[in-house]
């Protein structure tokens, strides 16, 4: 079934909650849908797919139409003594896939809980957390070739998975296809990640259950992490730069010292976490007008009223980008999506 709202307020469709609309917001609940969807379509109307909203800045008005996929069901498609793979609806929401799964005891996606957002979604972005990446369990992804007209099955290689990216993000092939299910392997067996330094805490012996893990997560991402239906965000801000030898030491003598977060990538880089650097020009817990950065994350940018606009946003992201460039020579690239 399609269901149609014209004029369409997107802070009900969004976590960070900036007043903008869009002409029309389509939603769908099942992958038949789409080709009609799309025949609906004039060529001079702008169109993009969203997921949950979680991951998403409106700059402006969006003149023409969005869609949403209400995809929904969880289907075990392949079973062994060592794996399931399980193919899931687009429009699940990614915590609740993972609590299915907990509830299982299957393993694999556990690191991944209270991220927001929607199984579609997981796949375009390879959400990650904790030592995890989303793609480290996908098999394929199940989608519409807007270019061919018809349904294809991609594997997780040809998604060609990075840190937060994927074949989904390129800008030559932004809007080619729209995802309606995605597969994912988990494991039956005891499987724990558990090596990322805030788990290791958690965990001084191996877990045996993935519930434990999901609880774990779920604790320390709420005592950093703002929960976007009380205070609105859109998560994590910025990525985590990944910076050369010559940069690394230039952090080094602005610091006195190479006592900082810092991890070897396998490019032969080093990844700095935003946070640290945000935190170090002094932004944790600073406001500017109806804008601020989170108190306990200097990663988050929130609208604390549900008062911002969207130039507070993108003012402030601009201050802190200037801030951690001056200081350190590095240019910050914003993870949200803005549109």
Not at 155 to 171: A, L, M, N, Q, T
Not at 196 to 214: D, N
Not at 312 to 324: A, F, P, Q, R, Y
Request: glycine share 8%.
């Amino acid at each position: 079934m399609i269901t149609t709202h014209q004029n369409f307020d997107l802070s009900k469709a969004t976590t960070f909650a900036i007043p903008a609309k869009c002409g029309c917001y389509i939603e769908y609940d099942q992958a038949e849908d789409i080709p009609f969807l799309l025949s609906m379509l004039h060529r001079d109307v702008d169109f993009m797919h969203i997921g949950g909203g979680s991951n998403l800045l409106f700059t402006s008005d969006f003149p023409g139409i969005i869609a949403h996929s209400k995809v929904k069901g969880y289907e075990i498609i392949e079973e062994s003594p060592l794996e399931i793979k399980v193919k899931v609806g687009a429009g699940v929401v990614m915590d609740d896939f993972i609590n299915w799964a907990c509830e299982r005891e299957l393993w694999g996606i556990e690191n991944l809980s209270g991220i927001p957002g929607e199984v579609g979604a997981s796949a375009v972005q390879n959400v990650g957390a904790y030592g995890t990446e989303a793609a480290d369990a996908i098999v394929e992804v199940n989608a519409y070739d807007r270019e061919k007209n018809e349904f294809i099955t991609m594997s997780c290689d040809e998604c060609r998975y990075g840190y937060r990216d994927s074949i989904f993000k390129r800008p030559e092939l932004r809007g080619c296809y729209i995802i309606h299910s995605v597969v994912y392997r988990l494991h039956v067996h005891p499987h724990p990640k558990t090596d990322y330094p805030a788990l290791k805490e958690e965990f001084p012996t191996p877990p045996t259950t993935p519930r434990q893990v999901r609880e774990a997560v779920i604790r320390i991402r709420d005592s950093k992490l703002p929960d976007p239906k009380m205070v609105p965000s859109a998560g994590s801000f910025f990525k985590n730069p990944v910076v050369s030898e010559e940069q690394m030491l230039h952090v080094t003598e602005v610091e006195g010292n190479d006592r900082f977060p810092h991890y070897r990538t396998d490019d032969g880089g080093w990844k700095i976490p935003a946070a640290w650097l945000i935190d170090r020009c002094g932004w944790k817990g600073r406001r500017e007008g109806n804008v601020a950065v989170w108190h306990l994350q200097p990663l988050v940018i929130v609208n604390p009223d549900r008062k911002a606009t969207a130039k507070e946003v993108v003012g402030l992201e601009n201050m802190i980008k200037d801030s951690v460039e001056k200081r350190y020579g590095i240019t910050l690239t914003p993870e949200v999506e803005h549109i």
